[in-house]
């Protein structure tokens, strides 16, 4: 049987494109009800300004790593060779980023830094914890077939077209 052009193949096996899209989508909602949850948090134990530190600690972090998770995408369509090195320097300059709008913002008192930074890092953990546990539990082809022609299944068997 043959499989949807955007969909799994009869094997189990999802296209990279589909495996990312997967990935970005499950840390997106987690990571935001994580970060709804941190800033509903902050604001009952802290106030106002821990609740405003929290929610913008939050919505960077989604945005910065949603970013980045595109970054990299575009860079493995452009060039695979370097996909590790970019993805590394991708999720490197995210996470020094990061540090430096903390460190610029730890004597902010409109907001509650504390609240801002650990916002941060928990969406942080939640982000690449999510990513890890979608990614391990998907079977990504590492080489897609051509269209319209014969592949083996994972059993080895030929399907047909």
């Known amino acids: 049987m043959p499989a949807a052009p955007d969909g799994p193949t009869s094997s189990g096996l999802v296209p990279a494109a589909q495996a990312t899209s997967v990935?970005?989508?499950a840390s997106v909602i987690l990571t935001s009800l994580t970060g709804a949850v941190v800033?509903?948090?902050?604001?009952?134990?802290?106030?106002?300004?821990?609740?405003?530190?929290?929610?913008l600690g939050a919505l960077i972090a989604v945005v910065f790593?949603?970013?980045?998770?595109?970054?990299?995408?575009?860079l493995l369509s452009a060039n695979a060779d370097f996909a590790l090195?970019?993805?590394l320097l991708v999720y490197l300059t995210q996470v020094?980023?990061?540090?430096g709008l903390i460190a610029v913002l730890k004597d902010?008192?409109?907001?509650n830094p504390k609240a801002f930074a650990l916002s941060i890092v928990i969406c942080t953990v939640v982000?690449?914890?999510t990513q890890l546990w979608?990614?391990?539990r998907i079977k990504v082809l590492v080489v897609e077939p051509a269209a319209g022609t014969d592949r083996q299944a994972a059993d080895g068997a030929e399907v047909e077209q």
Do not use: D, K, P
């Open 85 to 87: 090195s970019g993805a």
């Open 127 to 129: 982000w690449v914890g």
């Open 134 to 136: 979608t990614m391990q």
């Open 108 to 111: 902010a008192t409109w907001l």
């Open 39 to 55: 800033t509903v948090v902050a604001g009952l134990v802290s106030g106002a300004n821990a609740a405003l530190g929290a929610g």
């Open 96 to 99: 020094l980023v990061l540090f």
């Open 23 to 25: 990935a970005l989508r």
């Open 65 to 74: 790593f949603a970013a980045g998770q595109y970054a990299v995408t575009r």
